[in-house]
């Protein structure tokens, strides 16, 4: 590990805190998780968070390529492992690991896609992979770049990452270019001249009553997914959260293992929860088309 001169005493001081804290056996996780969410016991918090600050520490490191200081990367990642913490149900079956590795990697990117660049480099989840992936597979490719075409990559490479990824051929030519030509916002546009890069932008931030009639939509989805939600059994909740709402969704190989079931079982209660969450989002789709139907006719009466 290679660490520079004005980094190198605080994240030798941050291992040795996190040196401090032993690894956790299943049941000792288990029963530090509870006694927090039970009974606010601070020092089980503690330990429970100590004992995966090498965790952090593993995981900010693979993001150095970005050019951001190590230890603003880790204080971000400590962030995501205390919000973990705070939403962690033991109860569920899954590891406090597994489960924090979402938050610090969110809190982490979040962080680098704010910094890294003046400009906003995604807003889609599909964006924010291509961000995070495309330094990586541009070396699994080793694409070999000439002066001629200015640093783009080559056709073939383009296509091959665009299909892994599942974006747009356009949008990974767009963000390579993003990630090598990065450049203030404020440089004039040529050496004699006012005009700057920054003139040249449209303002492509949604009117108000875009931003209002999407935050309408968003809490109607979430109602809807909450209702979903309350119509299924507690199993047949955790499979479809697992398979359908994770960032990167569980096998039916690891959900048999934990349910204790085949793979084909797996995969029957999971089209059975969807099939239920479906008919009961449409049947309060249709009430509420009835009550605001009833009610127009009502003003309209009146």
Do not use: C
């Amino acid at each position: 590990m290679k660490l520079n001169a004005a980094s190198a005493e605080p994240m030798q001081l941050y291992l040795q805190e996190a040196r401090k804290y032993d690894y956790l056996t299943p049941e000792q996780e288990r029963d530090l998780a509870i006694r927090w969410r039970d009974h606010q016991d601070r020092r089980a918090l503690d330990t429970l968070v100590g004992s995966h600050l090498r965790l952090v520490f593993k995981m900010a490191r693979g993001y150095q390529g970005y050019g951001l200081p190590l230890s603003d990367l880790i204080a971000e990642g400590n962030v995501g492992v205390m919000q973990a913490a705070q939403k962690f149900d033991p109860d569920k079956g899954f590891r406090f690991a597994t489960y924090a590795s979402w938050w610090i990697r969110a809190a982490i990117q979040e962080y680098v896609l704010h910094n890294w660049s003046l400009v906003k480099i995604g807003t889609t989840a599909a964006q924010k992979k291509l961000f995070f992936s495309l330094r990586r597979l541009k070396a699994q490719l080793q694409d070999r770049q000439d002066g001629s075409s200015g640093g783009d990559l080559s056709p073939e490479a383009v296509e091959s990452i665009a299909t892994e990824l599942n974006v747009p051929q356009a949008e990974v030519v767009e963000m390579n270019r993003r990630l090598g030509m990065d450049r203030s916002l404020n440089a004039t546009l040529a050496e004699e001249g006012d005009s700057e890069w920054l003139d040249l932008l449209a303002d492509e931030r949604p009117d108000q009553e875009t931003v209002l009639a999407g935050a309408e939509e968003r809490k109607r989805r979430q109602q809807f997914l909450k209702l979903g939600l309350g119509v299924l059994d507690d199993r047949e909740r955790q499979i479809l959260v697992a398979r359908r709402l994770r960032d990167e969704p569980l096998t039916l190989e690891e959900l048999s293992q934990h349910f204790h079931v085949s793979r084909e079982r797996v995969r029957q209660l999971e089209v059975r929860a969807f099939e239920k969450i479906q008919k009961a989002v449409m049947a309060s789709a249709r009430e509420q088309q009835i009550a605001a139907a009833a009610k127009g006719r009502e003003q309209g009466r009146a």
